[in-house]
């Protein structure tokens, strides 16, 4: 059974699934745990009924059995440092994981995350142990549901976001049509406008529609046929698609205006071992950066992270921490607050690859068609 038991949990690691907040209140005091198994059970019995499923080693399954109520709490994506808390990751006590949130009591009195994407409080119904896991099973007493966000999502062992996929365009493929294109929207406003601009010259009747995107969303559209191509970091890209390569983007040290180190050529990773690091949080990105500390034997000093590529160069140009990039042409610039300026890393340093992407075996459109030419010649690639 040990082989089929492993089978099963890495199997069940690629079932995507939002990230809650269980949370319990009254008699027995306040708990709660991070939960991925959540779901709903029916809407058309006497109230919603829905289920969660707790490890019963976990500090929240005797309290939720004893107070006899107990809240779903869906995270926005986010609230990572939520989950990691609730989770165990940060050693907090029972009572101190509340510390990271706002909460208000729930019509059972249990706590509701003020700033959730839904709120569901819950009286429990029933609790059936199943091997190591109780299925909690609750009538819903109050709904509270934000006007708009993105659930945080957990699969293949790590944290994903759920992409805003764009609306499908035109699958007739009629002349007129335009052709659509999902580019990272860290690279961008410095690739695309001479893209553009080839492509114009070479081909001035097609149109092209543009969707500006993280690594993931632009995968995801490509897959589900939403964008005929996909100008992407060549970072965990599925084999269903088919990889052109067109660029080699070599990683530089981003300082602010005055630093010590800008008197060099070529800036140490170990030089800033001790100064905050501004992370640019972003699918592909982020493993990337992190990997480029690995590889070199150092750990980061992390200060914050940001998804922003503007905002992580307005923290660096605030004297907040240094930062890591791969765009092309961003390393120096004015900003409100200050200046930033590049310099390359010193030392061997592994690059990342800008590929162009399809789909295997995917009939492209005429205007596809055309656009694949064009970046191509633009990057001299085949």
Known sequence: MTGLRQAFIDGMSHAASTVSIVATDGPAGRAGVTVSAMSS????????????????????????????????NILRDNQVKVSDTFAGRYGHSREAKFDCADWSAGETGSPMLDDALSNFDCRLVSDQLVGTHHIFMG???????????RALVYASRSYRAIANLPKPFGKDKADGVASRLACLNTIAQTILPDILRRHQQEFPSEQVEIWDSDQDEALMSLLAGDAELALAYDRDVPESLLSTPLAKFEPYIVLPEGHSLLQQEEVSL?????????????????????SVFSNAGIKPNFGMSVRSLDLVRSLVAGGLGYSILVTPNMGVGDLSCGKVQARPIKGSVEPIDLVLLERKGADLSGPAKALRKSICNLFQAS
């Open 139 to 149: 009538e819903v007493e109050q709904v509270r549901n934000a006007r708009a966000g």
């Open 270 to 290: 170990q030089d800033l071992a001790d100064d905050p690091l501004i992370l640019l949080e972003t699918p592909a990105s982020r493993d990337y950066f992190i």
């Open 41 to 72: 059970v029916s809407a058309d019995t006497s109230k919603p009924t829905l289920l969660v499923c707790v490890n019963q080693s976990s500090a929240a399954a005797a309290p939720i059995i004893e107070n006899g109520t107990f809240t779903v």
